[in-house]
């Protein structure tokens, strides 16, 4: 049996896995901590006998093949720059993988999920932004800095509001947490509400939820759509902490695809089932390849 360890860092809890081969034999949530160096001394504790390798996912760019964070800014602590690969490897005396961390969702959810027995897929994850990633003949596409596949970043209204990534109008500023908020609230205070919050009230029937989780489906029906059409996939699978109100968003999705349907023909769109430990599980998976 092949044991590996992965780990997703997210912007306030890390996330990890124990793979023996591909079943799950171990799991947990810790608080993410003051930085990188300390995400190191965390993933040593952790690391239990037998381990023979370590993948890690981060939210941003990385340099794969140096294990160097390039472009991290939601965790605490500066890592733009920090060699996490070759730290973790020196502390462990294991190799480690350093991949973002919707590319490790991908290959978890490809390998072992809901597109299993697939080969040419989009992938989108809804969290506290948006993120995205490609399999084309079964393989998960990278980009140079493990960037390929950033469907939150595809322009929807250029006249949108402002995103984080300096545009406008991204698929992002509506279908992310924080823009599903700000839309039902109709200002920019996200007030403590949340996007669970948010989809209760459109169960309810409440009008302004409907709308704000539709205007998020809309978005993701015009950025997937031009994706499907650009890599002429058939196949959608959405996934992360918002993604439980992917059916409140499909009819507007939808809308969208039928549209568009004599040049995208019928899109698939798939929930993920691995849930909130996609992204360690693909991790694992990556750092195997190391």
């Not at 793979?19 to 034999?25: S, T, W, Y």
């Not at 545009?167 to 700000?182: D, H, L, Q, T, W």
């Not at 769109?269 to 195997?288: D, M, R, T």
């Amino acid at each position: 049996m092949v044991m590996r360890l992965g780990i997703d860092v997210g912007g306030t809890t890390v996330k990890w896995v124990l793979l023996e081969d591909r079943n799950v034999v171990g799991s947990g949530t810790v608080p993410t901590p003051s930085g990188p160096a300390a995400v190191v001394a965390l993933v040593a504790e952790l690391l239990p006998a037998g381990v023979e390798s370590i993948g890690i996912g981060l939210p941003g760019h990385v340099d794969r093949a140096a294990g160097v964070a390039l472009f991290v800014p939601n965790p605490p602590g500066d890592w733009d720059g920090f060699p996490i690969g070759p730290a973790l490897s020196a502390r462990t005396g294991l190799p480690v993988a350093v991949v973002n961390d919707a590319r490790a969702f991908a290959l978890a959810e490809l390998r072992m999920g809901a597109a299993k027995g697939l080969s040419d897929v989009l992938f989108a994850v809804l969290g506290t932004g948006v993120g995205g990633a490609v399999a084309l003949g079964g393989e998960i596409l990278p980009g140079p800095r493990d960037n390929l596949g950033e469907v939150g970043h595809i322009t929807v209204d250029s006249y949108g509001p402002e995103c984080c990534c300096g545009n406008r109008g991204c698929v992002e500023a509506f279908a992310a947490g924080p823009g599903i908020v700000r839309t039902y609230r109709g200002d920019d205070v996200l007030g403590g509400v949340t996007p669970a919050q948010v989809a209760e009230a459109a169960r309810r029937g409440e009008r302004a939820g409907i709308e704000a989780l539709s205007r998020a489906g809309w978005a993701l029906g015009v950025g997937l759509g031009d994706a499907v059409a650009l890599l002429g996939v058939r196949t959608v699978v959405v996934g992360g902490g918002v993604a439980g109100a992917l059916d409140l968003m499909q009819p507007a999705m939808r809308d969208v695809f039928e549209r568009r349907r004599p040049l995208i023909g019928d899109v698939a769109v798939l929930p993920a089932v691995l849930g909130p430990s996609a992204g360690a599980i693909g991790a694992a998976l990556y750092g195997g390849k190391s």
